[in-house]
């Protein structure tokens, strides 16, 4: 068991081949290998064509990876007392709401296109975590997506357009 005393030697059960006086209150000093400014080498590396990666390489890759802008279609169950529909069966009230909207457009004329399109109670809502939110009485999840998606609406991209559910 080796044991470290303020001015002492570095011993364990054999001699160490370079052993070191440890002060109370020095720093110690990093091997070569870890010092900054230093490459690290990877076979596979992209950074520089010898196969080398530099940190501040990794910090611009870092950065550029930012989460784009996605919008969430999500359904969900309402506690209202369900229809019956002409078989008898009982169907729920079901609310869609449209979160994560890009802020070039506005909710206003959203909602106004979604009520004159789907023939359906819509409203915008505040949510803490979500800011606004749009909602929308009936499941209009696949509508709602095709609308987003295509020319005759806002054409967004279908990758950032998301369906839940």
Not at 83 to 103: A, C, F, I, S, W
Request: charge should be neutral.
């Amino acid at each position: 068991m080796s044991e470290i005393k303020s001015g002492s030697e570095i011993k364990s059960g054999s001699e160490i081949e370079s052993s070191s006086e440890i002060e109370s209150g020095s720093e110690i000093e990093r091997s070569p290998e870890i010092k900054s400014g230093t490459v690290i080498k990877s076979g596979t590396g992209t950074g520089n064509p010898n196969g080398s990666f530099w940190m501040s390489e990794i910090l611009d890759h870092i950065n550029d990876l930012k989460p784009t802008e996605q919008v969430h279609l999500r359904c969900q169950q309402t506690g209202g007392r369900p229809k019956r529909n002409m078989e008898g069966k009982k169907k729920p009230h079901m609310l869609t709401t449209v979160q994560g909207l890009p802020d070039r457009f506005n909710m206003k004329k959203v909602v106004k296109a979604f009520k004159k399109k789907f023939a359906c109670a819509c409203s915008i809502v505040e949510d803490k975590v979500f800011g606004e939110v749009i909602q929308i009485q009936g499941d209009y999840r696949q509508k709602i997506y095709e609308f987003l998606t295509t020319k005759d609406g806002l054409e967004l991209d279908e990758e950032n357009v998301v369906v839940h559910g």
